[in-house]
């Protein structure tokens, strides 16, 4: 039960920014299982862009002597890893900017993001009645 009142805690105190972060992977998730391809190279070479790009953000992020949680490096690394995996995986199947030709996968994508929307709100009602 601790597990629960954690994930419930977590997601209560989701703002904005966060919520839409968490819906671009989820985006992201749905397109990896819908188009998935097991290509050494493509994964070798979105893990390359991911170092060299998030370092690249990393130093300008800090430049200034400016100090990032783990969980803001981590993002600046795998948004760069995420973005070339996705390009890679979608490229030829049609879609337009990041939106798939398929209207069932575009409902899958929306849909996720809308449930996982509705619990940020159940849990936002659920801690603030404690």
Do not use: H
């Not at 973005?83 to 990041?98: M, R």
């Amino acid at each position: 039960m601790n597990i629960v009142n954690a994930l419930t805690r977590y997601l209560a105190n989701l703002n904005i920014t966060r919520i839409v972060l968490w819906c671009y992977l989820i985006w992201y998730l749905v397109a990896l299982v819908n188009y998935f391809d097991g290509s050494l190279r493509l994964w070798l070479t979105s893990v390359g862009l991911g170092v060299i790009v998030g370092t690249a953000l990393y130093l300008s992020s800090t430049a200034q002597g400016n100090k990032l949680g783990a969980w803001q490096i981590i993002r600046l690394y795998l948004m760069p890893f995420f973005v070339s995996s996705f390009a890679a995986l979608v490229k030829d199947q049609g879609f337009f900017l990041v939106f798939s030709p398929n209207p069932g996968e575009l409902l899958q994508s929306v849909g996720f993001c809308g449930l996982f929307c509705l619990g940020v709100k159940f849990a936002k009602k659920a801690t603030a009645k404690k």
